[in-house]
């Protein structure tokens, strides 16, 4: 049975940072591109980062180039997200996804629509 387990969310005050987690199990983490998408009440959920299978390639949302940054230890069998001068507009729930599918991991680039395995998400509140 695959899980993945999101932890690291919060409320934080407009420019400070969050580290989010996800560690998985049942699968073999690298294997997967992983990646982090978020939805925010009322709108689609939407990609935020990926990071290739060896960790040596990574890929970002506009919203957030500069102030995410997406990691993996796949001896750990977990994937981060360290996000810095948070801003009220990164509220949302958080989900840590799994991609097996994705071919040459260049531009991890995960689509909602083809993610095999999602965590259950973790609630980012950033306050003004």
């Known amino acids: 049975q695959v899980q993945l387990v999101e932890s690291g969310g919060g409320l934080v005050q407009a420019g400070g940072s969050l580290r989010l987690s996800c560690v998985a199990s049942?699968?073999?983490?690298?294997?997967?591109?992983m990646g982090w998408f978020r939805q925010a009440p009322g709108k689609e959920r939407e990609f935020v980062a990926g990071?290739?299978?060896?960790?040596?390639?990574?890929y970002y949302a506009d919203s957030v180039k500069g102030r995410f940054t997406i990691s993996r230890d796949n001896a750990k069998k977990t994937a981060y997200l360290q996000m810095n001068s948070l801003n009220p507009e990164d509220t949302a729930v958080y989900y840590c996804?799994?991609?097996?599918?994705?071919?040459?991991?260049?531009?991890?680039?995960?689509?909602?629509?083809?993610?095999?395995?999602w965590g259950q998400g973790t609630q980012v509140t950033v306050s003004s």
């Open positions: 996804a799994a991609d097996f599918k994705i071919v040459g991991d260049i531009i991890p680039s995960l689509s909602q629509y083809l993610v095999d395995y």
């Open positions: 049942g699968l073999t983490f690298s294997n997967y591109v």
């Open positions: 990071i290739s299978r060896s960790g040596g390639n990574t």
